[in-house]
């Protein structure tokens, strides 16, 4: 029999709807439920696509011995951290604090208060290297919840106040300026792997926030070591495993410092980020390489992340079935020189081989390789590989596919949205713009409701129940904003301020000027979560400052501006510190010292050719953070289009930063020159 997840919209929640552990969403019923019966509470958080989440659901929540134990002693919790990115964070700062470490899936032991006083990551099913068996640790948990129930109430107690005594320096509410900038990048440069690309070891991680801070520091200072990190790592990238090199597209990590294993699962966000990063690389240098990863990504994305109503899923799994029932991790991506040949024939196989890294003993289990390009002395022809890839594609296909989470995430949605408006714009594919508006109407449509406030998540059209959070209002912003400047539609710059300003009025430390995660008038939990560092994806809080920058710089609004310079002083506290964990905030902090510049075309109408022609032209432009506005004079559209008149009756771009304007253009080169200074 279902338990109570099998109404839930998320897609973690409905694989673990048949356990026969009795499971509760996250409600306020689940806690009350916990204090009638007066025990504590299990609170398990993972995602769809974690692969030791599933690990530890096979193990021990489909066994019914360990599901009855659960059931009698506890209350059992069940949370997506997709879906409750705050939930998640509150806990996961208790897990960190206490263990030094933590991860998904996530195990704590909270009492009927929500207050935590015992944690954990995956537990085995039986003793296993220093690790007690999750019915161990069940065991000890109960039996202090019975015998020692006033220490466990004080451990508990105690972390709760830790935890609220943990404060974040912000800094001196001011922008970074061109030393705290330098010092990030020196910081950077000793962290960089210049063999391999990227930073740091195994797991490597894709740097996509830092690279965008690279990029623009080198348009801004000219410091070509910032470029060629950029570009060493992009390449390396592309190069290894890590990057799908037949259906495009990237895995979550690398498990080894060459890129050359990756952990399988494709996230949306990943994706939506190197998009961006390889088009403003291509912008930057026109790199062939850029080029082609930029539109492979974007395809990927719209092929296999595409939901019917428009959005994007979150993810692809990392397992899948090797084809005899059990399900293993990579079985989708890799492959053996025995399958070369079944697919290729004898001589094409030994090519493919060859150029794709696969040998006999394997890069990854089991004889299996990863395909990757390793550097090579010959030539190949492009014709042939391009007939191999197709085909080696078309025989992938018919392989059982890894599962994929159809949730749609606000945020990461609108990540993607700025990614294919602005790939779809470079490379001339107003196919990829298309789908950003579709992505863009469909959060306009099932996301926001009369007062502009998010949802965070839908499924198959059907918002879900959980209230976006910061990330949700910049990033989708962010994606906004990109629309506005690639369609020449005003009304994506409105939603953009409608966003914006809750986040000034509902996520905003007045006194501070700090950034919560969430809104003042959210559900209350133990802490109110509170973190500006970058991980996956940019935090809300230098998603905001970028956001806020972008549209200050569209309208002239003061308190946007105001608000996005007061963020940005906790990057002036971190960048110098940590600058791997705080990228989005340092390009943030690029755009700002820059200008950012903006940048208005007139034309008598978007179809004229002098008016597309500037328009490209300024998209180009590779000023940090610039922001374009394109429509006929005197429209409506955009502030930026106020009083600014044709020149001699032909389109005309206009240029101004810091309060001071250049004289009007009608000529592409002038315009490129100044755009690229």
């Known amino acids: ?272 980020l190197l998009c961006r990063v390889y088009a403003h690389l291509w912008r930057a240098t026109g790199s062939e390489l850029a080029r082609r990863v930029a539109l492979e990504t974007a395809d990927f994305l719209v092929r296999e992340l595409r939901t019917a109503e428009g959005g994007f899923a979150s993810a692809l799994d990392a397992d899948s079935d090797d084809g005899t029932g059990k399900h293993v991790e990579g079985a989708y991506y890799v492959w053996t020189p025995e399958q070369l040949r079944e697919v290729l024939g004898e001589q094409d196989a030994e090519l493919a081989a060859q150029y794709f890294g696969v040998t006999e003993e394997g890069t990854f289990e089991h004889g299996q390789s990863v395909l990757q390009l390793p550097q090579q002395d010959g030539l190949f022809d492009a014709g042939e590989i391009a007939s191999i890839r197709e085909r080696l594609l078309a025989a992938r296909v018919e392989r059982p596919a890894p599962g994929r989470d159809d949730k749609v995430v606000a945020a990461w949605n609108g990540l993607a949205i700025a990614a294919l408006a602005e790939t779809g714009a470079y490379f001339d594919r107003p196919d990829l713009v298309e789908a950003a508006l579709a992505a863009a109407d469909l959060l306009v449509r099932l996301h926001l409701d009369e007062q502009a406030r998010l949802t965070r998540t839908s499924k198959d059209g059907h918002a879900g129940a959980n209230a976006g959070v910061l990330e949700d209002y910049a990033d989708v912003a962010e994606g906004f904003l990109a629309l506005a400047s690639v369609t020449g539609e005003g009304v994506w710059l409105e939603f953009a301020g409608f966003l914006l300003d809750h986040v000034l009025a509902r996520f905003t430390d007045e006194e501070s000027g700090a950034l919560f995660d969430t809104a003042a008038d959210a559900e209350r939990l133990i802490r109110r979560p509170q973190d500006p560092t970058d991980n996956a994806a940019p935090s809300g809080w230098t998603a905001a400052a970028n956001a806020l920058l972008s549209y200050a710089a569209h309208t002239g609004s003061g308190p946007h501006r105001t608000a996005a310079e007061r963020a940005l002083g906790v990057v002036k506290a971190l960048g110098p510190r940590v600058p791997r964990f705080i990228g989005w905030g340092l390009a943030a902090a690029e755009a700002a010292l820059d200008g950012p510049r903006e940048v208005a075309i007139v034309g008598p109408s978007l179809d004229h050719e002098g008016t597309r022609t500037l328009h490209r032209t300024a998209l180009l432009g590779t000023a940090p953070g610039a922001v374009v506005a394109v429509g006929a004079p005197e429209s409506d559209e955009f502030p930026l289009l106020a009083d600014r008149p044709l020149v001699g009756g032909e389109p005309a771009a206009y240029v101004c930063r810091n309060f001071t304007c250049d004289a009007p253009t009608t000529e592409v080169g002038r315009l490129r020159a100044v755009l690229n200074d």
């Not at 070509?224 to 190069?239: H, K, P, V």
């Open 1 to 272: 029999m279902p338990n109570r997840l099998a109404h839930e919209t998320s897609p973690y929640l409905l694989q673990h709807a048949d356990n026969p552990v009795d499971w509760w969403p996250w409600s306020a019923e689940a806690f009350e439920e916990a204090r009638k019966r007066n025990v504590p509470v299990l609170l398990s958080i993972g995602y769809s696509s974690c692969h030791w989440c599933h690990v530890m659901a096979h193990e021990s929540f489909e066994d019914q011995q360990t599901a009855e134990y659960l059931n009698a002693h506890y209350v059992s919790v069940k949370v997506d951290r997709e879906e409750r990115p705050d939930v998640d964070a509150v806990y996961m700062e208790a897990v960190q604090a206490a263990t030094g470490h933590g991860g998904w899936p996530m195990t704590v032991f909270l009492t009927p208060d929500a207050e935590p006083f015992y944690f954990g990551t995956y537990f085995p099913p039986a003793p296993r290297q220093g690790m007690p068996s999750f019915r161990q640790v069940l065991q000890g948990v109960q039996q202090a919840w019975e015998d020692r129930r006033d220490e466990v109430t004080e451990v508990a107690g105690k972390i709760v106040r830790d935890l609220a005594g943990r404060e974040i320096s912000y800094g001196d509410a001011q922008t970074p300026g061109e030393q705290e900038l330098a010092q990030a990048l020196l910081a950077l440069t000793r962290e960089y792997d210049p063999q391999r690309g990227g930073f740091g070891g195994a797991p490597k991680f894709p740097p996509s926030m830092v690279l965008e801070f690279l990029l623009r520091h080198h348009v801004r200072t000219g410091a070509e070591g910032a470029l060629q990190m950029a570009q060493d790592t992009c390449e390396r990238m592309a190069r290894g495993g890590i990057y799908d090199q037949l259906g495009g597209g990237f895995a979550r990590y690398s498990v080894d410092r060459d890129w050359i294993v990756p952990h399988f699962e494709k996230m949306l966000y990943d994706n939506a």
